[in-house]
């Protein structure tokens, strides 16, 4: 049993469009953060979400953090094709623990 | 700047044989994981460490061993590989000690078991 489910786990849309992948858990977490995958690479972390409610933004990416801390959303505006790739979120048990959804794996064709 | 450093990049194993994978980090992190990557699955804990001459089992420990002598390495050990062990690990540092800190991953080892 996956304890974070990432929908969907593939999206492949037209550049220009936009898009939201969810981030969902029945655990509340400390924090929540973002991570995006290229192949043959490891994560690299995007953003930490703190306090419920919260959002940030990365440019043209937004990421929301729920307010009972159980969820996190990432909303792509006007997505481009250097926007593909694996991202993933980690919700953070105690001091020492990440616990990672399954990925959505993002195709963004020219 | 190194960052993570895993070796090898790429091994095939036969059944029952061992293998130590090799993690280096140059950012004097207290921190260290070992993951694996199985498609559908996301990144599962194996083991971690939270200092030199510490280690802790994950979520999926079983079938593997480690060892932190040096702050800077963390090493993963197949004793008797299995081809179910077939996956991509990645090791991960972070600072540790406080919470939001991110971590850093090295570029993924990636194991097939025959």
């Known amino acids: 049993t996956q304890l974070l489910e990432q929908s969907p786990q593939f999206l492949s849309i037209q550049e220009g469009e936009n898009l939201t992948v969810y981030c969902n858990s029945s655990?509340?977490?400390?924090?929540l953060q973002w991570y995006r995958q290229e192949p043959g690479e490891g994560p690299v972390l995007l953003v930490t979400?703190?306090?419920?409610?919260e959002v940030k933004k990365l440019k043209r990416l937004t990421f929301q953090f729920g307010d009972a801390r159980k969820d996190s959303s990432l909303h792509i505006t006007a997505a481009q094709t250097g926007d593909t790739g694996l991202y993933l979120c980690?919700?953070?048990?105690?001091?020492?623990?990440?616990?990672f959804g399954q990925g959505t794996r993002l195709t963004i064709n020219p | 700047n190194a960052g993570v450093t895993q070796t090898p990049k790429f091994r095939v194993l036969k059944t029952g044989q061992s293998m130590t994978l090799l993690c280096a980090q140059d950012?004097?992190?207290?921190?260290m994981y070992w993951y694996r990557q199985d498609p559908g699955m996301g990144l599962r804990l194996i083991h971690y460490?939270?200092?030199?001459?510490?280690?802790a089992k994950g979520e999926v420990p079983d079938g593997y061993n480690v060892s932190r002598l040096k702050k800077q390495n963390f090493l993963l050990g197949l004793e008797s590989a299995a081809p179910s062990q077939t996956s991509v690990y990645f090791c991960?540092?972070?600072?540790?000690?406080?919470?939001?800190?991110?971590?850093?991953f090295g570029d993924g080892t990636r194991l097939s078991i025959l």
């Open positions: 991960a540092s972070s600072y540790g000690g406080i919470s939001n800190q991110p971590q850093h």
């Open positions: 655990s509340v977490f400390s924090s």
């Open positions: 460490s939270v200092g030199e001459g510490t280690t």
């Open positions: 950012m004097n992190h207290e921190y």
């Open positions: 980690a919700g953070r048990q105690g001091a020492q623990k990440l616990v």
């Open positions: 979400v703190v306090t419920g409610g």
